[in-house]
Structures are given as structure tokens and as C-alpha cells.
């Protein structure tokens, strides 16, 4: 959460509520909602690291409120995050570990632990498939950030299946 924080700094100075309103219209239901509590959590954890800094605004019919901006660290912290490649594919990958160690562990039934998984993920296909028809038309973020995770529950399907093939 605090490199998107970071990142929506970017633009303008804005209070911990306007954050969290702004990751939810950018993502859509696509991405869990964040807790406004950990927002704000992680904007005192920035000032402290002297990525933002902040001030109290006064308003009148209010309480005060406090507004975060980008100090310069901060916005050489979010060009390092945006310029640097992400974590590409899974090598440690939980569902394998238990695929190939679960004869040792006494468990003999392989296929079934297969089938399991590829349950789970045709599940998650199906609630993704409900968030895309939900999704509003004009959200393009949204809908690509769902369209990645389908690919990806597709790619580890098909993954499934060359398990299955190979292991069995």
C-alpha cells in the first residue's frame, strides 16, 4: 500500500480518506477495498520515513484535517518503484511443494490434490468472471487488472493439467 499511496500523492496533496476513495475508483471492485485505518497507518509510516510530510487544515464546520504531500525522497522512492521490473513468475510455488513432497509425507493421492486445486481455481475464475460483468464500462484499469488475474488462473490451469500429464 505505500508505493500506490505514493503514487497518488503524485498528483496532489490529499488526506487519508480522498486516498482510499481514489485507489477504490482507479481498481474498482477488482481490488479489495482498503481499510481506511491502514491508510492511515501507512501515511504515518511514510512521514516517518520522510516520504511525505504533512499539515493540519482547518476547516470551519469540520474537524481539522491532514493533508499529505510528496516530499522529494518520496518522489525518488515512486520513480525507483515505477522504473524497476516486478517480480516475474512463482518458482517457490505452494501448491507444487505439496504436489511433490506429498508422497513423502504419506500422501498417495496425487491426482486428487490435483483436482482440488484446479476446483479452487476454476472457483476464482467465476468470481472473477462476476466481477467483470460488474465492473463499470468505462473503468479500463479494473477491467485489465481482472483480465490479468484470469489469464494467470488460465496459465495455472493449463499448468495443472502438464502436472497431471508428468506426475501421474
Known amino acids: ?20 476513495t481514489r485507489l477504490e475508483q ?11 485505518g491502514q491508510v492511515y497507518v501507512t501515511l504515518r509510516r511514510l512521514e516517518q520515513a520522510g516520504l511525505v510530510r504533512s ?17 522529494p525522497a518520496g518522489r525518488e522512492a515512486l520513480a525507483a518503484w515505477i522504473e524497476a521490473p516486478s517480480d516475474g513468475p512463482r518458482v517457490r510455488d505452494d501448491f507444487f511443494m505439496k504436489l511433490a513432497l506429498s508422497p ?16 479452487h481455481y476454476l472457483s476464482l475464475m467465476r468470481g472473477l468472471s462476476g466481477l467483470a460483468e460488474q465492473a463499470a464500462p468505462g473503468n479500463r484499469t479494473s477491467r485489465l487488472l481482472i483480465e490479468g488475474a484470469m489469464l494467470h488462473l488460465q496459465a495455472d490451469l493449463d499448468w495443472l493439467e502438464r502436472c497431471q500429464q508428468e506426475l501421474l
Open 26 to 36: 482507479v481498481f474498482g471492485q477488482a481490488y479489495p477495498s482498503p481499510n481506511i
Open 55 to 71: 499539515q493540519d487544515v482547518v476547516q470551519s464546520a469540520r474537524p481539522n484535517k491532514r493533508v499529505y504531500e510528496l516530499t
Open 104 to 119: 513423502l509425507a504419506g500422501a498417495t493421492d496425487r491426482m486428487g490434490l490435483i483436482n482440488r486445486q484446479r476446483r
Open 1 to 20: 500500500m505505500r508505493l500506490p499511496l505514493l503514487a497518488l500523492l503524485a498528483k496532489e496533496p490529499a488526506h487519508g480518506y480522498e486516498l482510499a
